[in-house]
């Protein structure tokens, strides 16, 4: 039994449900992880990759519980509230959410009823939010080259490609990830035009307009972080970071034991970035978040 216990803390899945819960709190634990917090969970890697891989899988992979501790776990509370922040800041995206419903139609989403607006996801809802803090932060100078590290399957690029006018977009993520990005993106018909890239990958000629990154950077070890700002953070005018970890309070701010340091704090970020300022998460999802912008009109 005891033995049991162990190796399931060792699982950062139910590390993460479990501070979730408050069964934990997350100042108690660190994620173990090879190469980031969710690389070092191999259910979602292999949920990831069945669902490239299988046709029947892919019908369904937003359900697929492995997929979940990672992905596509909105709540709907989170959702409701973001609604009426969408719905102050941007309320054009509310009379077009039909355009936004489409990141339903593929990979089997769990859709709720919201008054008014019909059947909808709440991670669709919370890519929808992230795009209206990009309009309203940025206005009209958010400009033709978008970066993405961490991209999920894709979700967010096909609501900025709705949402907003841009040309060129580049999703970075790992490899099983990307090819699991192309499958999805490959569904739909898309405005603008996207390149995908590890970071080994993108070449040295690249300078971006605006970075974005959702709980994917700031779950990374710091030997990556350093990579990612030195390759594309620095040579981005704009930035728009979920953060999960830099502050004292932040829940992955220790990292992980297998890893040989901690994340960056937020005062070295302070040092390494384009002069930015932290503004709230809100709807706050996690306590300890908050969101860092650089290059806005404010
Ligand atoms: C918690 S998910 C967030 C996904 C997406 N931004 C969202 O908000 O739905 C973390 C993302 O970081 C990605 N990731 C893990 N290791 C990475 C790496 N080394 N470089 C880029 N992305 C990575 C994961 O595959 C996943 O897509």
């Given amino acids: ?63 697929d519980p492995a997929y979940n501790e990672i992905l596509e776990h909105a709540s709907h509370e989170e959702a409701l509230a973001s609604i009426e ?17 489409i990141n339903d139609s593929v990979g089997g989403a769990r859709c709720v009823e919201f008054d008014g607006l019909g059947m909808i996801s709440p991670s669709t809802i919370r890519y929808m939010k992230v795009a209206s803090d990009i309009i309203s932060l940025f206005q009209n100078r958010i400009g033709e080259n978008i970066v993405e590290i961490g991209t999920g399957y894709g979700g967010q690029y096909l609501i900025l490609d709705r949402a907003i006018n841009f040309s060129n977009y580049t999703l970075m993520d790992l490899n099983e990830v990307l090819e699991l990005n192309v499958k999805y993106l490959e569904s739909f018909v898309l405005n603008s035009y996207y390149k995908y890239s590890t970071l080994n990958q993108l070449g040295s000629e690249h300078n971006f307009d605006l970075v974005i990154s959702n ?14 700002v030195e390759k594309v953070l620095s040579k981005s005018k704009r930035g728009y970071l979920v953060m999960n970890s830099g502050n004292d309070n932040s829940v ?16 070295e970020l302070e040092e390494m970035l384009p002069k930015f300022r932290q503004i709230e998460e809100n709807p706050l999802t996690f306590p300890g978040n908050y969101v860092i912008v650089w290059g806005d009109d404010k």
Avoid at 85 to 101: A, G, M, S, V
């Fill in 215 to 228: 709980f994917a950077f700031s779950e990374l070890p710091r030997d990556l972080q350093i990579k990612y």
């Fill in 85 to 101: 922040i969408i719905k102050n800041q941007t309320p054009e995206l509310i009379t077009n959410i039909n355009d936004f419903r």
């Fill in 1 to 63: 039994m005891k033995y049991f216990f162990s190796q399931l803390f060792k699982d950062p899945a139910y590390v993460r449900y479990a501070i979730k819960k408050k069964f934990i709190s997350p100042k108690s634990y660190s994620l173990e992880s090879a190469s980031s917090i969710s690389d070092g969970n191999h259910y979602y890697l292999q949920a990831v990759i069945k669902a490239t891989n299988n046709r029947k899988a892919f019908s369904n992979f937003k359900r």
């Fill in 252 to 267: 992955f701010t220790k990292g992980s034991p297998r890893w040989n340091d901690k994340p960056l704090h937020i005062k």
